[in-house]
């Protein structure tokens, strides 16, 4: 059984075939979805699909992209949203220098306002940080997020920060972009790290691993990122299966 950790299956890019291709999932062996948030908009949607679909979780919250529109109230409406049964999360937030489509400050602002959230409802985070290894890092440890936890979606730093971010008992979201050739430092980093800090994701629509890179990415490659996964730290399939399943059960607290 797989547990897909990160996908957007309220992406416009899934309104042709989106129940089609939940309903296929189980029949795949994915039997733990967690459908993440990215603005007010889709964290509705994520509840939504949550609600119709019974291995279907949702997080709500706002993503650095969209921050710069954040107001003070919608910080009410995400606490309301996450009051639901099937809200496992707050994310995807965090920090997105290589865009930067919203202010570094403005970033920075909503990321700890939104950690404050998780906080005090109790609920882990799920991280997005692109160029930005050392303020994410900084405001996750000052912020004391460490204390509800989560995990680094698509992580693309050194294996020397994702040792620091285990340390604090955070686990480390693993993806598509491991099975390619040049990516070096994400192996080194899955050669590092236990895997019991480790999730699988896909980032479903986005970065579809080999052999169907460039393509709509979906949960059913999974297996692909299981096998470089088992690859690179030289033990079977199955166990990186199983390990990541318990894992992803504990940190959202689901039932298997």
Known sequence: MFFESHAHYDDLKFDQDRDIL????????ITKVINVAANLTSSLRSLELAKKYDFVYATVGVHPHDVGAMMENDLETLIGLAAYDKVVAIGEIGLDYYYE???K?????WFREQINIAKDIGLPIIVHSRDAAKETYDIIKDSKAYEVGGIIHCFSGSKEMAQKYVDLGFYIGIGG???YNNAKTLHEVVRAIP???ILIETDSPYLSPVPNRGKRNDSRNLKYVVSAIANIK???EEQVIKTTYENGLKLFTVHG
């Open 22 to 29: 939940l309903a296929s999932l189980k029949d795949e062996k």
């Open 101 to 103: 489509n919203s202010p």
């Open 234 to 236: 030289e033990i079977s």
């Open 105 to 109: 400050e403005v970033q920075k602002l």
């Open 195 to 197: 895997l019991e800090n």
């Open 177 to 179: 972009v491991v099975t």
